[in-house]
C-alpha cells in the first residue's frame, strides 16, 4: 500500500552503502530473497525465467535494471546493451518490448545524450517490431521525459511510450498532452518519494486520482495500459470500459514480476490482456527497495528468506 512513510524510510534506506553490498551479496543467490522480484541477473537467467510467460497467456516487458548514471561513458555502456539485448530477444524469440530509464542513458548528464541515445534504441529496435516504454522516475524528470517523447515523435518515431504517475498533480495536463500527441501512456500510482508540493500523500487522494486519470486514458487515449495491482482499480478499470463499450482489447493490465500472481493469472482467464514487467541485471538493489517500501509485508519476507539462508 502506499505510504508517504514507508516509502521515505525505504529511500534513505536506499542510500546505504552497508545495505547495498549485503544485499548484492546475499540477494541474488539460488535462493537470494531479491529473486521473487528480480528475474536475474543476466538476460539469460531473465529468459529463463520468462519462459512459461507466454503459455501462461502472459505478454511480458524487459527491463534492463539500471537509473541515475553520471558519466557519458556509463550511459553508452547501457545503450550498447540494450542493443545487443535487441538482438539476443529476436533471437531468443521471447516478445519484443522493453522498458528502458532517461537516467540510465544519460538524462542527468544532458537532455541530448539521453535523446541521442534513445534514438540508436529506436533505430535498431523499432524495424524489428519492438514497442519501448519510456518509465517515469522522480517529478523533477517529468519535464526532460514528456519532452524527450515528444522530440522522438517529432522525428518520426512511434513505437515510444511512457508513463504517468497519478500521485502527482500535474498528471492530468500531462495525459492530455500525451493523448494529443497519440503516444502511449502505462498510469501508475507513482513509486517515488515526492514533495508535499508536487504530490498528492494519501492513498484515498492518489487512488481518485488514478481513477480520474483511467476514465481520461479509456476515453481519449491510445491503448492505455493501467498498471497496478490493486483489486480495486483493476475493478473500476473493467467497469468504466464495460459502461463506455470499450473492448478489452483496447487496453491492458500490467503488473511487476513476482507481484500478484494469482491476480495475473485470473485476468487473462477472464480475457484480459495482461503485461508482465520483468526487472534483470545487476543492479537491482534501488527496485528492490521500492518494492519493500510499496508493502511492509514484503520486508517480512525477505527477512524469512534471510533467516532461512542460515
Ligand atoms: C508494470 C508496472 C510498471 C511501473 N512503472 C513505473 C514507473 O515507470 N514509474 C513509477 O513511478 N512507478 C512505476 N510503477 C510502480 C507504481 O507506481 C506503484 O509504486 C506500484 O505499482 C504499487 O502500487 P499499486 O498500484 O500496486 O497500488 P498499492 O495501493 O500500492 O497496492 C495495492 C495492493 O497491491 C499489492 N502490492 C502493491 N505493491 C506491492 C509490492 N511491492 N509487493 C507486493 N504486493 C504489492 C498489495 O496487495 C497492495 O495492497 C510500475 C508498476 C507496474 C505494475
Redo the contacts with the bound molecule.
Keep these: 500500500?502506499?505510504d508517504a512513510t514507508s516509502k521515505a524510510l525505504f529511500h534513505a534506506l536506499a542510500q546505504s552503502g552497508l545495505l547495498r553490498r549485503l544485499a548484492s551479496r546475499y540477494g541474488m543467490r539460488r535462493q537470494g530473497f531479491a529473486r521473487r522480484?528480480i528475474a536475474g541477473e543476466t538476460i539469460d537467467e531473465a529468459l529463463t525465467a520468462v519462459a512459461d510467460l507466454p503459455s501462461r497467456g502472459l505478454r511480458l516487458?524487459l527491463d534492463y535494471l539500471g537509473e541515475s548514471v553520471s558519466t557519458p561513458q556509463e550511459a553508452r555502456a547501457f545503450t550498447e546493451t540494450y542493443l545487443q539485448l535487441v538482438q539476443t530477444i529476436v533471437a531468443s524469440g521471447v516478445e519484443r518490448n522493453l522498458?528502458v530509464?532517461l537516467t540510465q542513458l544519460g538524462l542527468d548528464i544532458s537532455k541530448d545524450l539521453a535523446f541521442d541515445h534513445m534514438r540508436r534504441l529506436l533505430d535498431a529496435a523499432e524495424p524489428q517490431g519492438f514497442f519501448v516504454?519510456?518509465?517515469?522516475?522522480?517529478s523533477p524528470y517529468v519535464d526532460r521525459t514528456l519532452d524527450t517523447i515528444e522530440r522522438l515523435w517529432g522525428a518520426g518515431y512511434r513505437q515510444v511510450g511512457?508513463?504517468i504517475?497519478?500521485?502527482l498533480f500535474r498528471s492530468p495536463a500531462d495525459v492530455t498532452r500525451l493523448c494529443a500527441l497519440g503516444a502511449r501512456v502505462?498510469l501508475?500510482?507513482?513509486?517515488?518519494k515526492e514533495p508535499a508540493g508536487v504530490a498528492h500523500r494519501g492513498?484515498t487522494e492518489?487512488?481518485a486520482a488514478?481513477l480520474s486519470l483511467m476514465r481520461q486514458l479509456l476515453d481519449t487515449g491510445h491503448f492505455p495500459?493501467f498498471?497496478?495491482?490493486?483489486?480495486?482499480?483493476i475493478n473500476c478499470v473493467r467497469a468504466y470500459a464495460t459502461e463506455r463499450g470499450i473492448d478489452r482489447t483496447r487496453y491492458e493490465f500490467?503488473?511487476?514480476y513476482?507481484?500478484?500472481r494469482d491476480l495475473q493469472t485470473s485476468l487473462v482467464s477472464e480475457g484480459y490482456g495482461m503485461?508482465?514487467?520483468v526487472p534483470f541485471g545487476q543492479q537491482w538493489f534501488p527496485y528492490f527497495m521500492?518494492?519493500?517500501?510499496?508493502?511492509p509485508?514484503?520486508v517480512a519476507?525477505v527477512l524469512r528468506g534471510v533467516l532461512g539462508e542460515g
Design positions: 500500500m502506499i522480484f516487458t522498458s530509464k516504454r519510456v518509465d517515469m522516475e522522480h511512457t508513463v504517475q497519478s500521485c502505462r501508475v500510482k507513482g513509486a517515488y492513498k492518489v487512488d488514478y495500459a498498471a497496478t495491482h490493486d483489486v480495486q482499480m500490467q503488473m511487476l513476482g507481484i500478484r503485461r508482465v514487467y521500492r518494492r519493500l517500501g510499496e508493502r509485508a514484503n519476507f
